[in-house]
């Protein structure tokens, strides 16, 4: 098990506390591509900013890749998300005023590595997208389905553990959500994880499991092929 | 990870995200220029007043003054008020005679006269002096020496031509003068120095312009009688020479029709009170340029930690995007509070150069030949001060934006689609 969800819950509080996630248990196989899905407001978010480190969770266990994700101060939980995690977003998130080289790159600025190391294995994931002859363009200059393969390089400069993909296809035209979900496949048959969060139905057709997620529990298993 | 001033591609960091919005950049970075040019600026600009304006004291012994008589304001001994009168030599010889503390007494003597060298011929400033004038405003002697005791002494016709003068007459060479007998108002005088003025300032027009003669001879050659047009001396170490003023005005009062009680029969310019007076200018400018400038410099601080406060807000999507890939809350600190410091650096050393280039302008405009520059001048750690005191309030003006920009969560941040 590379993720391991026990009992989880989370609640934001307000004057009417909100119960997003009732005691989640979910443990998803290294190499696994699977998808979350669930209605806007199901928790599917709130789950996935979990499993991403980028929120907390009240009480339950979360072990990510053998190390349990709890109480951790800003900089373990930086640390982790850069060594552990790649993230892909609806909106790219790309930082406009950088290339698409240096955009793959900064993950590794903040890991200490220099730059010119930094930059040749930058385009050997742009070049692994087929991106190579835009690694010098600003993401402005690139299409929808170009930023996101930039993005999707930018996550694995770092090879981490799990890829945490957030409505990845949302900003896409059908080709070009084909086009990046293709990635997505490729990727995982060389064995990475990728876990994807939709709404689309398409989307999840597309991977091998289907997580279903309403009213803030999982719905009872359905595996598919 | 290593210090993060060391790591030169923190640097370029800094300066692909400075470069990006170029008006925005230049904008603060101007605040700083001016701030620190500013402050540069007054700073010189303070020195080189003083400078400039004690140069018209330069030459002169700090606690002169000079006495010079008026009209009477009160009605004594039958005569009306509003009388004029004149010091006699006299009056000077009694005054030097009851009081020990004067060090150095000369009266003066002024007229004016054609001056005349073989077929060139001038005017000028004729002035007689004792040999004691000439330590109570040391002049620049070009060629010769001074008038002297033994010329008082012996009735002697030379006299000590102004540079000006003696220019006039026998060309740039001072020493073509030596030992040359001039025609002052029809009376030959055998030249034995020249000289000209060391500051601004002069007693009765400038030493350049003007020919001296010993007293006696002066006072006899012309038919003076035994009247003076001015006292100057210099009090002795430990007195001013507002002690010996009641002293003059006995005597002075005793000699001639003046009630004891009349303040305004004689006037005395006291050099020692202008010296304090300057002074006091001094400390006031000095202040003025603290005051504007301590103005300016918080203007320029304030002006950084608004733009860096614009900043952080508005890259607030950037650094979420940054904390989820993985930097930490230091990296972030860093980032802010390194280009905080670098805007200052580069924008403050600019602003040191234009200072220094304006003073340089200053200091040529304000240059006099034979004289020491004005000093319009920034010493090395002046700037180096202004510098310091920049870094550390813009570094510091950067801190409360950094610290809000370190709080900034990678979810909220990229919440705003």
Redesign the interface.
């Known amino acids: 098990m590379i993720i391991q969800l026990t009992d989880i819950n989370k609640t934001y509080p307000g004057a009417v506390p909100l119960h997003v996630l009732k005691d989640i248990n979910l443990g998803i196989e290294k190499g696994e591509l699977c998808s979350i899905m669930g209605a806007s407001g199901s928790g599917k978010s709130t789950l996935l900013?979990i499993l991403?480190i980028?929120?907390t969770y009240d009480t339950g266990e979360y072990v990510l890749d053998g190390t349990l994700i709890r109480n951790l101060s800003?900089?373990r939980a930086?640390?982790l998300?850069?060594?552990l995690i790649g993230?892909v977003?609806?909106?790219f998130?790309?930082?406009?005023?950088?290339n698409a080289l240096?955009n793959v790159a900064?993950?590794l600025?903040?890991?200490?590595i220099?730059?010119r190391r930094r930059n040749a294995m930058a385009m050997e994931q742009l070049e692994r997208m087929g991106l190579a002859d835009r690694a010098h363009h600003l993401p402005g200059e690139l299409s929808g389905g170009q930023k996101q393969r930039v993005a999707i390089a930018?996550a694995l400069i770092?090879r981490p553990s799990i890829i945490l993909a957030d409505e990845p296809t949302g900003a896409l035209d059908s080709h070009t959500s084909r086009e990046v979900m293709r990635v997505f496949r490729d990727l995982n048959a060389e064995g990475m994880t990728i876990v994807i969060v939709t709404h689309d139905p398409k989307v999840g057709e597309q991977t091998n499991r289907v997580i279903r997620i309403s009213d803030g529990r999982i719905e009872p298993v359905e595996q598919d092929a | 990870m290593t210090l993060a001033i060391f790591d030169l591609d923190n640097w370029r960091e800094i300066g692909a995200t400075l470069a990006r919005n170029k008006t925005r950049t230049f904008l603060t970075a101007f605040g700083i220029f001016w701030g620190t040019a500013m402050l540069a600026m007054l700073h010189g600009g303070a020195t080189g007043l003083a400078g400039t304006m004690s140069r018209n004291f330069e030459g002169f012994a700090t606690n002169l003054a000079a006495i010079v008589p008026g009209e009477t304001s009160m009605a004594y001994k039958g005569f009306n008020k509003g009388m004029s009168w004149s010091l006699t030599v006299d009056d000077i010889d009694r005054v030097c005679r009851l009081t020990d503390k004067i060090d150095l007494a000369s009266p003066l003597i002024s007229r004016y006269g054609n001056m005349a060298f073989g077929t060139k011929t001038t005017t000028g400033r004729i002035g007689g002096v004792a040999p004691d004038f000439w330590r109570i405003q040391e002049v620049t002697l070009h060629a010769g020496r001074t008038l002297n005791d033994g010329d008082e002494r012996h009735n002697s016709k030379v006299t000590l031509l102004g540079k000006n003068l003696s220019d006039e007459l026998f060309g740039p060479d001072p020493q073509q003068a030596i030992g040359k007998y001039v025609s002052i108002n029809g009376l030959y005088y055998k030249c034995v120095g020249v000289a000209s003025q060391k500051g601004e300032g002069s007693i009765m027009g400038r030493v350049d312009d003007s020919a001296y003669l010993p007293l006696n001879p002066m006072r006899v050659a012309y038919n003076m009688g035994n009247k003076v047009d001015i006292f100057v001396f210099t009090a002795r170490d430990g007195c001013t020479p507002k002690e010996i003023l009641p002293v003059i005005k006995r005597v002075v009062s005793a000699a001639h029709p003046i009630h004891p009680d009349d303040e305004k029969a004689l006037w005395m310019v006291d050099i020692s009170e202008m010296f304090e007076m300057v002074g006091n200018i001094f400390t006031g400018i000095d202040l003025l340029a603290l005051f504007v400038g301590a103005g300016t410099l918080m203007a320029g601080v304030i002006g950084v930690g608004n733009i860096m406060w614009i900043i952080v807000r508005e890259r607030t999507r950037e650094i979420g995007i940054r904390r989820a890939i993985g930097a930490k809350p230091r990296d972030i600190i860093v980032q802010i509070l390194s280009e905080s410091s670098a805007l200052t650096v580069v924008a403050g050393t600019a602003g040191i150069s234009f200072a220094c280039m304006v003073l340089y302008l200053a200091e040529a405009m304000t240059a006099v030949p034979g004289h020491a520059p004005a000093g319009f001048q920034l010493t090395f750690s002046a700037a180096l001060w202004i510098l310091a005191v920049f870094l550390l309030l813009g570094t510091a003006a950067g801190l409360i934006p950094a610290l809000k920009a370190m709080k900034i969560k990678p979810v909220e941040a990229m919440k705003d689609k």
Do not use: C, H, M, V
Request: charged residues 30%; aromatic residues 16%; glycine residues 12%.
């Open positions: 900013n991403g980028l929120d800003e900089n930086a640390e998300r850069n060594r993230f977003f609806q909106s998130n790309l930082i406009g005023y950088k240096e900064l993950p600025f903040y890991r200490g220099g730059r930018r770092t």
